[in-house]
């Protein structure tokens, strides 16, 4: 898999991810590498650069003439489960009593407790309230407030008892319990009458040497001496050769019955039908399955059902952590998804302002220059800090790029002023480093027409307008001929799955500082296009126009002015909208 095309990682608690806009260009690439070295020269630590689109043969270029490597790529910032569950989660195993189960509950103050299997995988919950409807006694079910299903080793471990004879301690069988409390005379006549068989029958008694001695007798699985008391040597090596566990309680007759009871395995307590969530489930998702009767936690799991975490609805009232450090952009429509829902920390720009608020106040530094590496050159000489040449060479190729070697209407004194002290920085000739990455490679040539049409792609909303304008950078104007049909039919198919009213595409030729304008959408709108025609409807020929910021948006966003004026305005298309995220 190539860093081009590789996975999106998962954000991380703790960073600060300094990101660009969707596919982006060169200088939202350089400038978020430059801004997270800046902050980490001055001190400032878990500054990560990030991107949220594909690299092209031109940003390939310079990363690798620079020695830098692509930025982490983020295709979704949105708070995920992962992000507020709680990791440290207590289960037991399945294999675990009740007594153990209700230990954990009361030692840890906990509500809900997962039992798993001995791959951690999910089998189950159980709580206080479960607990709680196996153990009070229901009057018209006797027998089964008798029953028991568990083995001799889990009923010592519950009593913490001490064993005096045990066969088959690890057996899991129904066992009931009695109390021989009777008279001799009418010992097990109840078991009797209730067919209770002897070998499945568990008999606590106290120093009462008949009662022990008749037990035995008819061949009971296993007899519990209450209290502590002491056994007569006689009795016990009666039970021995007749096969009879002995085991010896240090509580007294009522505490080690209901303490046998506990002793029984989850079976009837665990309740499966339970939801879970997935750790990568979006916040948003989450709080839907959340409704006020539902339960107040959730278990996390993994694809395979194995237990990653809790999450509870308090936990939805957790700050979260994801911050981003916005540059080269300001506008949510331009941001990586999910943006919204994260903490937008600083913003480093030099475009328009867009809507886009924000949760408390933030670093804010918006310059009217051609290049975002501009200003983060400026912080870097401002702060008295000197950047590696490698660094400054990243910086140079940024600033570079979007004014075009300075010939951009974008381009201020001092983006001249930020590159040659960049130069001298480098080592290295600003002309021929222009050289090296407007050669770099075709767009057109590399890329397939989809992407094509997505390069440089930002969304615009005017006078409730959404249209977008992605740009490409050639040298000359050849290879855009050779492909306009697939490109056109591309940037119909981008018009129409991201609900716009037109899609434009400005492909500029860099030797000559023209462009050429193919637009998609309304017809009313692409009329009032006063450039000129070539060759057919959809493509115009603008002379000089090589800004999309400067230049042709403050166009188009004129003549949506005039429609709105005379009530002609274009609308959006009415294609899929959401099936492809702003």
């Known amino acids: 898999m190539s860093p081009a095309t590789a996975a999106p990682a998962a954000p991380a608690q703790g960073h600060t991810y300094v990101i660009g806009h969707k596919n982006p260009d060169a200088d939202a690439i350089c400038s978020a590498i430059a801004y997270a070295a800046f902050k980490e020269q001055r001190g400032d630590k878990g ?29 979704d ?8 569950m709680v990791r440290d989660v207590i289960s037991v195993h399945d294999c675990a009593t009740c007594a153990e189960a209700l230990d954990v509950l009361d030692r840890h103050g906990i509500s809900i407790l997962p039992i798993t299997d001995d791959n951690r995988k999910i089998l189950g919950t159980v709580s206080l309230a479960q607990m709680g409807g196996f153990f009070v006694p229901r ?48 010992f097990w006549k109840i078991s009797e009458r209730e067919n209770l068989p002897p070998e499945r029958s568990i008999i606590i008694v106290g120093d009462r040497r008949d009662v022990q001695l008749k037990a035995i007798e008819i061949g009971i699985r296993a007899l519990i001496i209450s209290g502590g008391l002491a056994v007569d040597p006689a009795v016990l090596e009666h039970a021995k050769r007749r096969g ?14 209901w303490l046998v009871r506990t002793a029984a395995t989850l079976d009837r307590v665990i309740e499966r039908n339970i939801s879970t969530v997935h750790a990568d489930t979006p916040i948003a998702q989450l709080r839907k399955k959340f409704s006020p009767t539902s339960a107040h936690a959730m278990l996390v799991t993994d694809d395979h059902g194995v237990l990653q975490g809790i999450v509870t609805k308090s936990d939805l009232l957790k700050p979260v952590g994801t911050r981003l450090a916005l540059v080269d952009h300001n506008e949510m429509t331009q941001a990586v998804n999910g943006a919204e829902e994260a903490l937008i920390a600083e913003i480093i720009d030099h475009h328009r302002l867009g809507a886009l608020n924000t949760q408390q106040p933030i670093l804010f530094i918006n310059e009217p220059v051609g290049s975002t590496c501009t200003i983060v050159a400026d912080l870097f000489r401002r702060e008295g800090l000197k950047p590696s040449p490698d660094l400054a060479g990243i910086m140079m190729s940024g600033l570079i790029s979007d004014t075009l070697l300075l010939n951009s209407p974008t381009t201020t004194p001092k983006d001249g002023q930020i590159l040659n002290w960049l130069a001298g920085i480098a080592r290295v000739d600003p002309r021929q480093l222009a050289d090296v990455i407007f050669s770099s490679g075709s767009v057109i040539l590399a890329s397939p027409p989809d992407n094509i049409v997505r390069s440089d792609f930002k969304i615009y909303d005017e006078e409730g307008v959404r249209f977008a304008v992605s740009q490409v950078e050639e040298l000359g104007f050849g290879n ?40 998609k959408g309304d017809a009313s709108f692409i009329s009032r296009i006063s450039y000129p025609h070539v060759e057919n409807e959809e493509v115009f020929d603008l002379p000089g126009i090589v800004s999309r910021k400067k230049q042709l948006i403050p166009y188009l966003g004129t003549i949506l002015r005039e429609m709105a004026a005379d009530g002609t305005l274009p609308t959006n298309s009415t294609a899929p909208f959401g099936k492809t995220r702003r």
């Open 47 to 75: 500054y990560i650069a990030a991107r949220c689109g594909n690299s092209n043969a031109r940003i390939d270029t310079i990363l690798s003439r620079f020695n830098q490597p692509l930025p982490l790529y983020l295709s």
């Open 77 to 84: 910032v949105s708070p995920r489960v992962h992000d507020l």
């Open 139 to 186: 009057v018209s079910e006797p027998r089964q407030m008798r029953q028991v299903r568990t083995s001799l080793g889990r009923i010592v471990r519950s009593l913490r008892a001490e064993v005096l004879n045990l066969v088959e301690e690890h057996r899991l069988e129904e066992l009931y319990v009695r109390i021989g409390a009777m008279d001799i005379g009418t």
């Open 244 to 257: 009879v566990s002995v085991i010896l309680s240090t509580h007294d007759t009522a505490t080690t019955a």
């Open 480 to 519: 855009f001929w050779d492909h306009a049909k697939p490109i056109a039919h591309a940037l119909q198919k981008l018009r129409d799955a991201e609900g716009l009213a037109f899609a434009c595409l400005l492909v500029t030729d860099i030797n000559t500082q023209n462009s050429l304008l193919l637009a």
